[in-house]
């Protein structure tokens, strides 16, 4: 891939190379085209492909550094709640379909850069150099303490709680949207299945299964809704298809780093 090549040509190079490893959804891909179109903030949100093809340019201190595990495909809204194994409410990065071993400062530079375009898009009120140095300086704790920390939200983060308890829907709502979305007539690969088993608590699980459109950078991957009454309530998963990072496409043709799964091979979530 060209350093010189333009935004077009690396967008139908990527979709190729994406393609050939995952059975694209045609109309999800449109949908993207149309929403990158609408500002710089989704834009990058959108197109990791071409931020890795111009970052040796603009930023080569930043590429030609030590190369760690990274997120990659880091920005603003990469960040969400979740149920940890204990039913605390978790928060912190829910999206790793770009994860490889990269320059480490890869994922501080997108971040910083979604962050400068969210404040300028008034997504977000901060002062810029304000937000860039908080990135920096909660980057230099996690380091100095030498072990990651989950953030649950509760007595030591009332103010995420906060702002994420804003968000949340009702049960009845999110059942009833679950319910609405379209009917997915295929089978489920084994793999799938697999995955399935391994992220659903109880027994008994016999899911109806439904297509969904959503994010920005994987639209045109294929996500698939399990949902079953279980234990009283509930229960949704959801399966995505993913191609691999867009690092590997520079490794060589070598596999994907340990624990990151098989190009292709999907992922589950809670």
């Known amino acids: 891939m060209s350093k010189a090549q333009g935004f077009v040509e690396a967008t139908a190079s990527y979709e190729k190379w994406r393609a050939g490893r995952i059975e694209v959804v045609e109309s999800d891909l449109a949908t993207k085209h149309a929403k990158i179109a609408q500002s710089p903030f989704v834009l990058l949100r959108g197109t990791y492909y071409r931020f890795l093809q111009q970052l040796p340019a603009l930023v080569p201190d930043a590429w030609d550094a030590p190369k760690t595990v990274a997120i990659g495909d880091l920005h603003v809204e990469n960040y969400g709640t ?16 770009e994860i490889d071993v990269q320059p480490y400062p890869v994922d501080l530079v997108r971040l910083a850069t979604s962050t400068l375009l969210a404040i300028s898009a008034s997504h977000i009120e901060l002062e ?19 072990l990651p920390t989950a953030f649950v939200l509760a007595e030591r983060h009332p103010h995420l709680l906060k702002l ?47 297509t969904r459109t959503a994010g920005v950078g994987s639209l045109g991957s294929r996500r698939i809704v399990a949902f079953d009454e279980v234990g009283g309530g509930l229960l949704v998963r959801e399966c995505k298809q993913v191609p691999g990072s867009s690092w590997s496409r520079r490794r060589a043709g070598r596999g994907p780093i340990p624990g990151a799964g098989r190009p292709g091979s999907g992922s589950c979530a809670r």
Do not use: M, Y
């Open 128 to 146: 810029p150099h304000a937000a860039c140095a908080a990135i920096l300086d909660g980057w230099h704790r996690r380091i100095e303490q030498g």
């Open 164 to 210: 994420a308890s804003e968000t949340f829907q009702t049960p009845a709502r999110f059942a009833k949207a679950i319910e609405a979305l379209p009917p997915f007539d295929g089978k489920l690969a084994k793999g799938t299945v697999k995955l399935l088993d391994e992220v659903v608590p109880w027994g008994g699980f016999d899911p109806s299964l439904r």
């Open 82 to 97: 979740w149920r940890d194994a204990c039913g605390r409410i978790g928060w912190g990065i829910n999206d790793f379909d």
